[in-house]
């Protein structure tokens, strides 16, 4: 069954930014683009970058090691297709952001 995980607050992620955050036992890029939250997975199908060490590049998730990039809302590669990383919902309540897992 999911579940709702805090997983950072408002202020932690700039524009265009990203961070690593936990939320249960998955590790997830925590993305902010156009003021919206994105989750996806936090390792780059390639050769395992770290997402949550990323930036928005062209409206994607790019990963900082080769530049693979992600759809934010699906996670499909936008690269490679047939690569996909799982993403997550994600609330913001108040000032705290939460994703399901």
Known sequence: ???WYRVASVGDVGEGAAIAVK???AQIALYKSSGQFYAIDGVCAHKGGPMG???????C???PWHGWQYDLQTGACATTPGVKLKSYAVKVEGNEVFVEV
């Open 23 to 25: 939320a249960g036992f």
């Open 61 to 63: 998730a790019t990963c």
């Open 1 to 3: 069954m999911a579940q």
């Open 53 to 59: 060490e990323g930036f928005v590049q062209d409206g």
